[in-house]
Each structure stands twice: as C-alpha cells, then as structure tokens.
C-alpha cells in the first residue's frame, strides 16, 4: 500500500462507459483519480455504475460514498455510519499526525450523519441479482456479506485496486488486492508466495498477515488477507527495534555470504536489466554492474520484504505490523531493507530532494547498515546495489511510461551510482 498522493491521473478511455456522472461533465475535476478504472474493475457489465453529487435518496443506503467529493475523488468507502468512520479511520492510521487529525475529524462527521447531511459524492452500482460484481465474488468465497472500501492513487505501474473489506458494523474482515494487469497479476502472485512462506515463521519482531483466499475472478487474480490490527495503541518505534525486525527477517531461508561476482542476487538483477529495452539508463547501470563484479566484494545475503516504508508498517503496543510483501524475495544484500526505508521516508515523507537523497544512501551507508553486521568497506557497494537495484525495478516496471513521479532512475538514481562508482 502507498501514502495519498495530490497527483492523479485521467479516466481509462475503456473505462468512461463504466462511469457515467449524472451531475459532473466528462472532463471535469472528477476525471483526475482512478475511479473509472476502479468502476471498470469491480463492476464489469452488464453492472454499471454512476457518479453523482448531493443527499442519498431515500431507500439507496447501498450508494457508496466518494470523498471527499464528487469532484475530487480520492476514496471510496460505504455510505453506512458506522463502516464509513471505520474505512476513513483505518485509511488515515500510517500517516503523519495532520492525516491522523484529519481522518479522525472526518471518521465522526461521518459517524454522526454527515453522510446523510450530503456529505461527500455518491456511486450508485446497478446491477440485477446474479451480476458477477467483486462484492457478488467476496461473498461466495468468504461465506458472508462484506462492504468495501478503497482508496484512488496516482498514477503508478503497479497501481490496482485494494479493497479494505468491513462487515456493516465496520468491523475489519480483511484486504484484497485484485489485478489489472500482467504487472499487477505477477505481484498479486509473489505476495500469496511470500505469505505462504512467511506463514512457517516464528517471528518475535513483527507480524504479518494470513492469506484468507487466493482465486480467479473476471479473468483478474484475487488475493484476500487478514486485517492487520492497525487500530491499537501505536507507540514510537523503541531503539533499534526496526534493525532488530528487519534482522530477524533476514534469516528467513537462511543467511550466507560469498562474493557478488557468481552470486545468485547479480544473475537475476542482470537479467532483469537485460529485460528491458536498451537505452542509456539500462547501458550505464550494466556497466557499474559489471564493474563491481570485477571488484571482487564479498557480502551478507538475506531475505528482505522489498517495500519497507513508513506506510507500510504500525509500530502499536502488541508489537511491529508490515503488511504489502509483493516485493519479498530471499538472498539479496543484508541491508537493502533499512536503505530503502530510510531512502522512501527523505524522498516521499520529507519531500527531501531525491538525487540529494540517493547520494546520501551511499554516503550514510556505513552507519546506517552497521546494526546488520555490515563492515563499513562492504556497506557504499551495498549502498549502490540497492540503488542499483531499485533502478531496475522502475525500469522493468514501466514506471516513468505509467506517469509516476520518480520513475525515471537516470534523473535521480544512476548519478548518484555514478559518483559512488568514481570512489570506490
């Protein structure tokens, strides 16, 4: 999952006949999210649905309700009191103390009617009994009726809909992640790998959620997991308690160390980067790649979960939650984890300049990998694999085709590779 963004992106042109607004033109403000292709996901025909502003009539409690307004929609979450507040609470539990505030003022204006004061923007999904709609699929695979709640982000290769599911006393019931395409499918595929063997370990440090279900639905993969228990007392992180969780996570299948040159780690980043079209981005980084094979490093590898950040963690009193594994994978340079968190926080919390905070990860790296065992000569040749590495996820992702804000890595993250290179 990834923090709100004020960026937003235009209605799919297969996606406009899914959304017809009864009350805002084509072209308006509303065309700005991703609620079009979220209609089109969900409620495939003959199901349709309509976007429109103004009180519920009377007898449609079912709308669901845009926020914070048909003009700007940024989440969607059902019309009823109490699983309103609850879907707006839980989205504004990882963000900074305004979001929190934020969320929390909205979660008892929605509690106290403001819904029903004409509050927000409707969806009306029509749809005769039968219609194969997401709801109508959750239903038959949970054994029991659930509300669903999501959020519209920006524009992101990756981006798909994840549905926080409620029962209608807004009690949690789950998540599920439903793909949109090949990107989306083979993360949604990766995730259900990594929780299933997450599920063997005993871990002291964090939790993790269960898969619930895994299927096909619509031809789209569908993945449901447990709810995380984000609504507890949060605490601020005690010292050294994410080192220690990203530690422990280490071990899972096995710590080892030997030179990158040979390794496992460099033959798959290398084929992923011959993946990808060439061009100078993708000639420079195999260049700094063959360059530190040639150095002969030697280092730690471990598992890391890939997308460590801010928002997708709690930090509460029954101890650390992370949640969104798609990126988990096993045997990479101990270490990755923390340089990405640190790397995501400066970048995306901080609005830091992100080529000032890609030369800092390399620069920064000694202390801040020395709670992983990293010698301070191994840890700048981690620093520029990590670095290295996220380059070619954005690359073989697409991400700058999809519009994302830093998903071109030579604007940002292979000058700050090619400096290290020059010191090493």
């Not at 403001?114 to 749809?127: C, E, I, K, M």
């Not at 949060?234 to 530690?247: F, I, V």
């Amino acid at each position: 999952m990834t923090p709100p963004d004020a960026a937003g992106t235009g209605f799919a042109a297969h996606a406009r006949s899914a959304v017809q607004s009864e009350d805002a033109p084509a072209g308006s403000a509303a065309g700005r999210s991703n609620l079009g292709d979220v209609c089109a996901v969900l409620w495939p025909p003959p199901a349709s649905a309509s976007l429109f502003r103004g009180r519920p009539a009377r007898g449609r409690e079912g709308d669901l309700l845009v926020l914070p307004s048909a003009g700007r929609p940024r989440l969607l979450v059902p019309s009823g009191r109490r699983a309103s507040a609850a879907a707006v609470r839980r989205y504004g539990e990882p963000g900074s103390v305004t979001a929190w505030a934020g969320s929390r003022a909205l979660a008892l204006a929605l509690a106290g009617g403001a819904a029903a004061a004409g509050l927000g923007g409707r969806l009306r999904v029509r749809a005769v009994p039968g219609t194969d709609t997401i709801e109508a699929y959750l239903r038959s695979v949970l054994g029991y009726e659930v509300l669903i709640s999501t959020h519209l982000g920006a524009a992101r290769a990756n981006r798909k809909p994840v549905l926080q599911l409620l029962t209608p006393r807004g009690e949690a019931a789950g998540f599920a992640k439903v793909s949109v395409n090949p990107l989306t499918r083979d993360l949604i595929r990766a995730e259900r790998a990594a929780l299933d063997t997450l599920a063997g370990e005993d871990f002291r440090e964090l939790t993790v959620p269960r898969v619930l279900h895994y299927g096909q639905w619509q031809g789209r993969e569908v993945l449901i997991m447990t709810a995380l228990p984000v609504w507890r007392r949060r605490r601020a992180l005690r010292p050294g308690q994410l080192a220690a969780a990203m530690t422990e996570l280490t071990a899972v299948g096995g710590r080892s160390r030997g030179p990158l040159a040979g390794s496992g780690y460099l033959a798959g980043l290398r084929s992923r980067l011959g993946a990808r079209p060439p061009g100078p981005d993708r000639a420079a980084l195999g260049a700094d790649l063959e360059a530190l094979a040639a150095a002969g490093a030697e280092l730690s590898f471990g598992a890391w979960h890939g997308d460590w950040t801010g928002w997708n963690m709690a930090a509460t009193a029954g101890g650390l939650l992370v949640w969104d594994w798609e990126r988990f994978a096993a045997s990479v340079p101990a270490g990755f984890d923390l340089l990405h968190y640190r790397l995501q926080s400066d970048v995306v919390r901080r609005r830091r300049p992100p080529a000032e905070v890609a030369a800092a990860c390399v620069r920064d790296a000694a202390g801040w990998l020395a709670p992983f065992g990293v010698a301070a000569g191994e840890a700048p040749v981690v620093a520029v694999l990590y670095l290295a590495e996220l380059s070619a996820r954005y690359l073989a992702d697409r991400q700058a085709e999809a519009g994302a804000r830093l998903g071109r890595p030579g604007t940002w993250l292979i000058p700050a590779i090619e400096e290290a290179m020059r010191k090493l």
